[in-house]
Every structure is written in structure tokens, then in C-alpha cells.
């Protein structure tokens, strides 16, 4: 346990605005495995070489930037040292390329930590504290659509085969995952890159189980916005239907009638937030709303979510996400 705020080793890209949103980290140092071009305007001392040492840091944080991967190899040097690990965002072009994690023993790999921070919106925060009061009973329907501009397409973007399926639904079956908890069912995907587009900014995919259905539809790339990133998420079950666009929620009852569901203001935004709320669960700080940090494991059924989808998308075929493997 610490006593104040915990020293953190950043690996990764880091901007001087960034870090002063890192209000619970004491950032010591970096070490910049993809660039250095950017040390002059580093904030803190910026390092030649990632130091892990327990007498000069408490726990590391990555940060992966959104045109290159996870350093794998540095991630299992940090836990190896016995230290807590955070990875802001998992950027990998492989399910099987975190397999070095997999492998390492469950006491190595417990005090991994995955953020992904749409989960924090209030919106997000309200349908799930409405889904643990079973206010619709069991969720049997899942719905989610977005539609984007992309006025400018950006570099970053040749960093994946399947831009929305390993992007964006990144955190849309993360916020998911959290809300119902790990799922599991067969899914049949597709994505695809319009005429008009360069990449792959389209993609649906239709998951289905013996107790879920989930219908799943993304277009960024529209002539016209409707959305955010968040986009618009429905769950429906025997006593109604709940709906949020990550800001507001909306309950539809059954025998008609409509309640507006109260957004609690978060605890934790945005990129600086998954930092912080893994700072608060260092210091043993706990909210109950917001719930736990996902853990690799329970991080582990997301990715097979995303990656059966690949494969679907590959393969010209439905998958069953638990047969997923390494």
C-alpha cells in the first residue's frame, strides 16, 4: 500500500497535457521505445533505458501510441520485477501476439491491468447500475450502431487490417463487457472498405447465443454524423428497454411509459481517467460504481470477442468466441 501518490514509469508517447491530467500519478520518468523526436518537450526525465527499479518506482503504465503495437517484450520484463502494470490501450495486430503474457505465471499476470475508457461515461455508468437492479430483467437483446464522418483520414490508420473491429469496437465490447459481464456466442462478421474510402470503416457483425442476440453496425465514413464515438447502445429485455448515447439514458418500460435514467457525474474521463482510477486501486481506493480495473484475464474474453470477429471477417464464416485460442 502507498502512503501518496504512486511513482510511475511511463513507457510510451507522452504529452506534456496529458500528464498533468494524471492527477493521482507522480510520473518520475519516461522511456520512449518508439520515438525521440519528442524528449525535448517531456515533462519529467526521459530515459535511454525503461529503469525498474522497486527503489525508484512503485508501478508502470503503458502507452501505446495509435500508429504502432505493444511492446510484449517490456510488458513481461516490468511484471517479471514484480510490478503492477498498467496498458492504457492494447494495440496489437494478433490475438496471439500477447501469447508471452498468457504464459506467465497467474501471480505475474493478475497485476496486469487493460484500460479502455468509454466504460466511464455517464451514460454508460447509469445503464449498467439499471442492469445490476434488473430494472429490464435478463438482457436479451444488445444493439449498437454508430455512424462517423471522416472528413480527413489520418496515418494511424494503416496501423490495422480492420480499422473498426480492432479500433473503435475495442471500446464498445470493452463498455459492454462491463456492463454484462464476459459474452460468449457465435459470431458472423464483416467489414469492409466502400468505394469511396481507403479503409476498412465499415463493419457489422451479428452475435447470437441460446440467451443473446446482438446486432452490431458501425459506418465510419458516413456523408452525414449522427453520433459520437460512443454511438448509440440499446439493451432490451422482458421488462423493457434501456438506451443511451454515452451522455444520457433512457429506460422504455414494457407497458409503455419512459424514464429518464439519472447519469451520475464519473469519478474517472477519458485517457487520463483509466490512469487514474489505476493510481485510486494502488492506493486501495475503491467506487463501487465504477467497479474494478479489467484485469489480462477478464480482459481476455473482449479480445476473443474482437479477434472471433476477425476471423469471421477472414475466414467468410461464423465463429464461436470461446474457441478463440492462442
Not at 524528449?39 to 519529467?44: F, K, L, N, R, Y
Not at 447500475?129 to 444493439?143: F, M, S
Not at 456466442?185 to 443473446?212: E, K, Q, T, V
Not at 480495473?293 to 474482437?306: G, I
Request: net charge negative; glycine share 8%.
Amino acid at each position: 500500500m502507498y502512503m501518496k501518490k504512486p511513482r510511475i514509469l511511463l513507457i510510451g508517447t507522452i504529452e506534456q497535457s496529458d500528464v498533468q491530467n494524471w492527477e493521482k500519478a507522480n510520473v518520475v520518468a519516461a522511456y520512449d521505445p518508439y520515438s525521440v523526436t519528442r524528449q525535448e518537450e517531456s515533462p519529467v526525465e526521459m530515459l535511454s533505458e525503461p529503469c525498474l527499479d522497486p527503489g525508484y518506482i512503485d508501478a508502470v503504465v503503458f502507452v501505446v501510441p495509435n500508429y504502432d503495437k505493444l511492446p510484449v517484450e517490456l510488458v513481461c520484463r516490468a511484471l517479471e520485477q514484480g510490478f503492477s502494470v498498467l496498458i492504457q490501450k492494447l494495440r496489437i495486430n494478433r490475438y496471439d501476439d500477447l501469447d508471452p503474457l498468457r504464459m506467465l505465471p497467474n501471480k505475474m499476470r493478475n497485476r496486469l491491468y487493460i484500460g479502455e475508457q468509454y466504460r466511464y461515461q455517464p451514460g454508460a455508468l447509469a445503464i449498467k447500475q439499471a442492469v445490476k437492479e434488473g430494472r429490464i430483467g435478463a438482457v436479451e437483446y444488445v444493439g449498437w450502431k454508430c455512424t462517423l464522418e471522416m472528413n480527413q483520414r489520418a496515418s494511424w490508420m494503416d496501423a490495422y487490417q480492420h480499422l473498426v473491429l480492432e479500433d473503435l469496437a475495442y471500446h464498445h465490447m470493452g463498455t459492454l463487457t462491463d456492463i454484462l459481464g464476459p459474452i460468449d456466442g457465435i459470431i458472423h462478421a464483416r467489414s469492409w472498405c466502400p468505394s469511396w474510402m481507403n479503409d476498412r470503416g465499415y463493419c457489422s457483425f451479428l452475435l447470437y447465443s441460446d440467451n443473446l442476440v446482438m446486432n452490431y453496425d458501425v459506418r465510419w465514413g458516413a456523408p452525414v454524423i449522427h453520433n459520437n464515438f460512443f454511438g448509440e447502445l440499446v439493451l432490451e429485455g422482458a421488462g423493457g428497454q434501456i438506451w443511451t448515447n454515452g451522455e444520457r439514458a433512457v429506460l422504455y418500460k414494457r407497458k409503455g411509459g419512459a424514464e429518464k435514467l439519472a447519469c451520475p457525474v464519473p469519478k474517472y474521463t477519458g485517457w487520463a481517467g483509466i490512469v487514474n482510477h489505476f493510481c485510486d486501486f494502488l492506493l486501495g481506493v475503491t467506487n463501487p460504481l465504477t467497479g474494478d480495473l479489467f484485469n489480462f484475464d477478464s480482459f481476455d474474453n473482449v479480445l476473443k470477442l474482437l479477434y472471433a470477429g476477425v476471423m469471421s471477417m477472414e475466414t467468410g464464416t461464423a465463429v464461436r468466441i470461446s474457441m478463440v485460442e492462442c
